[in-house]
């Protein structure tokens, strides 16, 4: 298979980078620490160097492994679908690879969904999940509500990057659609730099990522999402301790306001909005200090 040529992942202090073949796709992965593992995983648009303000305190007492999804960051972005289930059939690919028998994850937007399915299907390799706002994969019939008008804003840019051609071609072309995403995404204390951001809309510019990206949401809105309604509420299958963060200015938790379900406690971040690794790196941590049930961070 061909291979993207980029420029080498931005550095992070103590983090080493290489390079694990999964099945039919070459993955990077940004590793820091020595201990009990801990996988963490990005979501759209972004790649590993989101969680780069959680990294250094989880390091000091875990095997930090911080993989990009297929598509994304400096991995392999072949054609495809991009399933969810393939990125969660991946990360466990990886863990074989890496002889991890079970994990703890922290998994944000897709890399949070991912992980869901990851500990639906495979239970007994996941010790606990911290799941950053994003809607489980599973639905819950109810009356419409209000907040549900808003539903067509929140998906406006989904169903561009899901149209053949011109989603591709809106992130191909520049930043632009990656800034406007992520800042009105983000809560009102929320400070972004063009170049930060850019460091997301860069690497989607490649033309194989930019499609990549455009697969994910037009698999998720024509495929994934009717399955997911047609199949009903899967909350009770979920066996593995589950914690979901929301941020409390994120539009998603405006719209679809996730409640606590069997094995699933909810957990609101004040002022904060969709990107929690970048937005409220502590709360974050502190949060999944309680939930894990073993010290993530030892004091500095």
């Not at 202090?13 to 290489?18: P, T």
């Amino acid at each position: 298979m061909a291979r993207v040529n980029l420029a080498d992942p931005p550095p992070l202090r103590g983090v080493r980078h290489r390079y694990v073949d999964v099945g039919d796709v070459r993955l990077h992965v940004a590793e820091a620490g020595s201990g009990p593992p801990l996988v963490l995983v990005h979501g759209w648009p972004q790649h590993w160097w989101c969680w780069r303000r959680m990294i250094p305190a989880l390091a000091r007492t875990h095997r930090v492994l911080v993989p990009d999804l297929r598509g994304f960051g400096w991995s392999d972005a072949p054609p495809g679908s991009y399933a969810k289930s393939t990125f969660a059939d991946d990360l466990l690919a990886l863990l074989d690879a890496e002889g991890v028998d079970r994990v703890q994850l922290i998994g944000h937007d897709w890399g949070a969904y991912a992980s869901f399915l990851l500990a639906l299907e495979h239970p007994q390799r996941v010790d606990g999940l911290v799941a950053l706002d994003i809607a489980p994969p599973w639905s819950h019939r109810s009356l419409p509500r209000p907040r549900h008008l808003a539903l067509p804003l929140l998906a406006s840019y989904q169903l561009l990057l899901a149209t053949p051609v011109l989603g591709a071609a809106a992130l191909a072309r520049g930043p632009a659609l990656v800034r406007t995403v992520i800042r009105m995404g983000s809560g009102p204390e929320a400070s972004w730099t063009d170049e930060e951001i850019d460091t997301y809309a860069s690497v989607l510019q490649q033309p194989a990522r930019a499609r990549a990206s455009a697969a994910c949401y037009r698999t998720f809105l024509t495929r994934e999402l009717p399955a997911t309604v047609s199949r009903g509420d899967r909350s009770r299958e979920l066996d593995v301790p589950t914690l979901l963060v929301m941020g409390e200015a994120s539009p998603l938790r405006r719209v679809l306001d996730p409640r606590p379900r069997p094995g699933v406690r909810v957990e609101v971040i004040p002022r904060a909005g969709h990107f929690l690794p970048e937005e409220a790196p502590g709360q974050v941590l502190r949060l999944a200090d309680e939930w894990l049930g073993r010290p993530l961070r030892r004091a500095a």
